[in-house]
């Protein structure tokens, strides 16, 4: 049976017809469901399988983030040959003289095979010893300091005076070599000669005590045999007047 139709029936079943197909052609209605819409392959076919199946009407061009990048100021490196750049370098530092004396310089007691009769001293300026010989075959050892380069001597004499913090006169030649040195001065913790002097014969040399300890073992003297004030008062008490000074 045939109907005949115009043109908007025409139209209108036509269109219907395509709602049908379309539906037939997609996944099958569920009763209260929407049916999703049709998927359409994208034609970049590099992208992933994913991004294929979507539909292109959820899909949305978005450009690639581009990250900032902060640009970091340049340092410029030192030119170590240029002399306004270059590095300054720390001087090093004098070393100061250790104001310790050395441990082999304290006084102790050795064993003795000589000559020298007890009760005589013995002064090794070598060594920087001084050695007071005892009766039993021991003799006393204190660390002295002794001339320097030009001051050395060697004799022997006998102590002719003993003083207790001696008053210092410098001798005419050390004033002339040296113009800073007082005519006198009054014995006392400051002056050079320290707490004890043991004169020794008609010279102008002496063993005294000193204040400045550190310089014990060294050749620092003009000639004078120093040791430590604790040291000269100990051999000061030990020896008197007429003992034999060795200076070897």
């Not at 978005?62 to 970091?72: K, M």
């Not at 010893?129 to 006393?140: I, M, P």
């Not at 003083?163 to 006392?188: I, Q, S, V, Y």
Request: net charge positive; glycine share 8%; proline share 10%.
């Amino acid at each position: 049976m045939f109907f005949k139709c115009n043109r908007s029936q025409k139209f209108l079943f036509l269109a219907g017809a395509m709602i049908i197909s379309a539906g037939f052609a997609g996944t099958p209605a569920v009763a209260g469901q929407v049916a999703p819409p049709p998927l359409v392959l994208s034609p970049n076919l590099t992208e992933p399988w994913v991004m294929q199946l979507q539909p292109r009407v959820q899909r949305r061009a978005t450009a690639p983030v581009q990250r900032r990048q902060v640009q970091q100021p340049k340092v410029r490196r030192a030119n170590w040959w240029s002399p306004r750049q270059q590095p300054v370098r720390q001087q090093a530092k004098p070393q100061r003289q250790s104001r310790q004396v050395a441990p082999q310089f304290l006084p102790t007691v050795v064993d003795y095979n000589g000559s020298r009769k007890p009760g005589s001293i013995i002064i090794d300026t070598n060594a920087r010893f001084l050695y007071l010989v005892q009766k039993d075959g021991t003799a006393r050892r204190y660390g002295v300091g002794v001339g320097k380069p030009g001051f050395e001597w060697a004799g022997t004499h006998k102590i002719t005076r003993k003083a207790e913090w001696p008053d210092w006169r410098p001798p005419a030649a050390m004033r002339k070599r040296r113009p800073d040195l007082p005519a006198f001065m009054a014995g006392g913790p400051e002056n050079p000669l320290g707490a004890r002097a043991l004169y020794l014969g008609s010279t102008l040399y002496r063993i005294h005590g000193s204040n400045q300890p550190w310089t014990i073992g060294h050749a620092v003297s003009s000639g004078c045999i120093r040791m430590r004030n604790e040291d000269v008062m100990d051999l000061y008490q030990r020896v008197g007047v007429g003992t034999t000074v060795h200076v070897i």
